[in-house]
């Protein structure tokens, strides 16, 4: 099995262009989620970079607060998650 390769707090920070506390508040918010390693270094897997610029960009490009971001984000990943399964089905008939 081949480990996932995960980035530290300032990683994230630095590949969204946006301020570690940004990450951070975000991560105590429950709105990003993160693996713990150690006692306080925090550690974010791929699809956590993907929501985290979602949740960026949906903040600076239309002035939304970070609940309305991330309400938008569940919804575009959710709609992500059918259209997958929509398709796994559709091939499956095939």
Same mark, same amino acid.
């Given at each position: ?5 995960? #980035?530290?707090?300032?990683? =994230? %920070? +630095?590949?969204? !262009? ?10 105590? !918010?429950? @709105?990003?989620?993160?693996? +713990? ?7 974010? &897997? ?9 949740? %960026? &960009? @949906?903040?600076?490009?239309?002035? %939304?607060?970070?609940? #309305? &971001?991330? @309400? !938008? &984000?569940? =919804? ?5 998650? @059918? +259209?997958e399964q =929509?398709? %796994? !089905?559709?091939?499956? +008939?095939?």
């Amino acid at each position: 099995m081949i480990d996932e390769v995960t #980035l530290s707090v300032e990683e =994230l %920070a +630095r590949a969204c !262009a946006v301020e570690p506390q940004w990450v951070v508040m975000r991560v105590e !918010a429950g @709105l990003l989620g993160c693996r +713990r390693v150690g006692s306080d270094e925090r550690r974010f &897997a791929s699809a956590e970079l993907a929501r985290a610029r979602r949740l %960026a &960009a @949906l903040e600076r490009d239309f002035e %939304a607060n970070e609940e #309305l &971001a991330a @309400l !938008a &984000a569940d =919804l575009i990943e959710e709609v992500q998650r @059918l +259209r997958e399964q =929509l398709r %796994a !089905a559709n091939r499956s +008939r095939e």
